[in-house]
């Protein structure tokens, strides 16, 4: 068990700690994987995963497995499955993605659908329960952040070379296969692991909307995952603390302060001359 | 005059660090290379050059190991391409930046990256290593310029920052495609002046695929003029006088033939 810590209003009860720690982790690890997937042109990877890893929810509870095992199946499939389209160039990104998010959302439903109706546990998966998370939870996703972390952290350099310039890295006898496969694998678990706790929405979002401000930001590679993991925890403390406030729900609190971030972050940097102006302009 | 380009090419054959021999390529029924003849040995500078269609970039690809021949013989630093296992001993310089125009990244970044096929890439940065980076950076003119974000260089900065990177793991081969398309006259000084630092200092050799010689002309060792076969192997000055008598169109290579003159 994790004991009550004293901490100060709106996280001074036992549900909001466990639920805060639970977003920190994903605020902080969802932009880290977030900022090589927009490089890659994947942004929307997280949610494409999610939306087959939902697919994966309906055939454990269709056949009786639990379901966390076969979404991860399911996820980790998919994953690779967009990774070979688009790297064989079957189909581009976006349209590889759309292939498996549409197909997965789909089966989802009717595989859920097969064994009696959408039930609440379901949609569950899609928007999360960030303020019922349990301490057998937390244990889960502190060691995922901190697998996610550590493999991102010491293999950051040849995965900037690999999703910066693809064609280039074969050239130079990277391991550019492995390390795709290794990022869309490390993609899929993250997702999974977080679903069920913080939502699809969540985790898919904040492997977007933080690197969006990190971008704007970010002078160098380096920077832009500081600002989007910033920004990815940021969110997660505000959100939370509105949703406690004004009685809104959590998972998409977060989202929308991430969200704004970017939109102030925008708005800020266009109208300082010589700011955003200049970047764009620069080739 | 083809027969003598044969034989100096046969004595640097031990060493060679491209070796192509008869190799032709087709899509499907339609050929694109034929029975073509090339190499570039150490301390060689040897430019490729041919109208758009002549080959050029199919050939380029064979050498690289993303395409396979349908007939004859490639060894890329002694091995078949797509077997060079250390494949750091090649440096190269894509045709346009393959990189997005909003990457988020610095020179330094985009430099570094080169270096991890030969320093290992799932192993920390030496300072042996970080030394060749700012090395690279050097020799191109950019160690100002270093902790500037890629995004915010011009054209000619940007293509300066790419040869870098095939600098940094201090290969033994540059193959640069184009590589000057487009760059203004400074840049191309540069440029120029580069390449003659990685030949005379690390004495690698360099494979110049490119429209446009006139900034290198006064340090090209040997000129191949393809048009889906060898039309010409041999020293720039000898191609001034030839080139048309070979049955080269003066209106398909313009560009080459102003810089040689």
Known sequence: ?283 | MHSMARSAATDALAAALIDVRGVSFAYGSTPVVEDVDLTVAPREFVALVGPNGSGKSTLLRVILGALTPTRGSVRLLGRVPAELRDRWRLGYVPQRPTLAPDVPATVREIVTAGRLARSGWWRRLRDVDEQAVSHAMESVDLAELADEPVRKLSGGQQQRAFIARAFASEPELLVLDEPIAGIDAESQRRFRDSLVHLIRSHGAGVLLVSHELSAVSDVIDRVVVLKRTVQFDGPPERLVQEGVSLGVHPEDLPLWLEGLR
């Open chain 1, 1 to 283: 068990m994790i004991a009550e810590l004293p901490l100060p209003y709106p996280f001074e009860l036992g549900f909001m700690q466990r639920a805060l720690v639970a977003g920190l982790v994903v605020g902080l690890f969802a932009p880290l994987i977030g900022t090589f997937l927009v490089q890659k042109r994947l942004s929307l990877m997280g949610d494409g995963i999610g939306h087959v890893a939902f697919a994966g929810v309906g055939a454990g509870l269709l056949v009786g497995v639990y379901p966390l095992w076969t979404a991860l199946a399911f996820a980790i499939v998919g994953a690779l499955g967009v990774e070979w389209l688009r790297a064989r160039r079957k189909a581009g990104g976006d349209l590889a993605l759309a292939l498996f998010f549409y197909s997965g959302i789909a089966l989802g439903v009717v595989l859920a659908s097969a064994r009696g109706g959408l039930s609440v546990s379901v949609l569950g998966f899609l928007f999360g329960q960030p303020l019922t998370v349990d301490p057998a939870e937390i244990a889960v996703i502190l060691l995922l952040g901190a697998a996610v972390v550590l493999v991102v952290v010491t293999l950051r350099r040849v995965l900037f070379a690999i999703v910066t310039d693809e064609e280039w890295s074969r050239v130079a006898g990277l391991p550019v296969r492995s390390m795709n496969a290794l990022l869309a694998t490390l993609t899929a678990v993250a997702v999974v692991a977080s679903m069920q706790i913080v939502g699809i929405l969540l985790i898919a979002a904040l492997m977007v909307l933080p690197v969006a401000t990190g971008q704007l930001l970010g002078r160098s590679f380096r920077g832009t995952i500081a600002v989007a993991v910033a920004v990815g925890v940021g969110s997660v403390i505000l959100g939370l603390s509105a949703s406690r406030i004004w009685g809104l729900a959590p998972g998409g609190a977060i989202v929308l302060v991430a969200a704004l971030v970017f939109l102030i972050v925008a708005v800020v940097r266009h109208s300082i001359p010589g700011g955003f102006a200049v970047e764009v302009g620069g080739s």
